[in-house]
């Protein structure tokens, strides 16, 4: 069994004192739900909660949905709202995230900071061109956050997703509905193609050039689609460990990015 050593819980009120507290040692850091804290952390000196923070809500605006950070992936996965835009995919994506026990527990925020390899949701954010909102960092893109050579030592407020009238295809392939991912894959179209591709086995990466050549055509032929194939298998780098052989993933990804670009073209 893995045990996790803590110094001291806190749980501040207020924004500022939280991220005085998470800054002033490496030693430490911040909870959200918890539900993956055990994968990442061994030993804190001050574990930080932000359960008082008011970070659990979903707003909507004319331009976005608004998702707070502490808000748990269960809630995200039962709003109806979001259900409705980009063909349901976040919410499809949550859906196959271990069972409901977890998706209580586990926040949206959390699952995004811990830019886990196996993630489900990072994909999806990055075809749905989410926005991540920090408390001093400001405003960035999921792409800038993805490029981030370190995680930065700030508080996620809040998760931005544009309104867009965009269709949307989201696929996982796992041994069990229970087990993390062998390969998953996102696709959105609105006016243009994006496609990103995760547990590769790592983290999500955009297919850039795949979405270029497929926003060029006008005529999605066979042969086109076995061209767009071709492209994300020479663009993304893939992998083997225990759950699948690199040879398996590259097989998976043909298979369903054609899958995934027939869904949202008709």
Not at 45 to 51: A, F, V
Not at 231 to 248: C, H, M, P, Q, V
């Amino acid at each position: 069994m893995i045990f996790m050593e803590i110094g001291k819980y806190y749980a501040p009120e207020t924004l500022e004192e939280a991220y005085n507290l998470f800054v002033e040692s490496k030693d430490n850091k911040i909870i959200g739900g918890g539900a993956w804290v055990k994968i990442s952390l061994k030993r804190v000196e001050k574990l930080i909660s932000l359960d008082q923070l008011k970070l659990d809500y979903i707003q909507e605006n004319n331009a976005y949905y608004e998702i707070g950070a502490m808000t748990n992936l269960r809630s995200v996965e039962t709003n109806e709202n979001i259900k409705l835009i980009y063909s349901g995919i976040l919410n499809q994506a949550i859906s196959n995230i271990m069972g409901v026990q977890i998706r209580n527990l586990a926040t949206i925020g959390g699952s995004i900071m811990g830019k886990f390899a196996f993630s489900d949701l990072i994909g999806v954010l990055l075809v749905m061109d989410a926005k991540l909102e920090f408390y001093k960092l400001g405003e960035i893109s999921i792409y800038e956050f993805l490029d981030l050579k370190k995680i930065p030592e700030d508080i996620l407020l809040n998760i931005k997703i544009p309104k867009r009238d965009s269709k949307g295809y989201f696929k996982k392939v796992s041994k069990t509905h229970l087990d993390f991912s062998i390969i998953n894959i996102a696709i959105s179209k609105g006016k243009n193609f994006i496609i990103a591709v995760g547990s590769r086995p790592g983290i999500a990466q955009s297919a850039i050039n795949t979405a270029n050549y497929l926003n060029s055509q006008t005529n999605f032929t066979e042969e086109i689609l076995d061209k767009a194939c071709d492209i994300a298998i020479d663009e993304l780098t893939f992998g083997s460990n225990l759950r699948a052989s690199k040879e398996y993933r590259e097989l998976l990804v043909r298979t369903y990015i054609k899958r995934g670009i027939r869904q949202v073209i008709k």
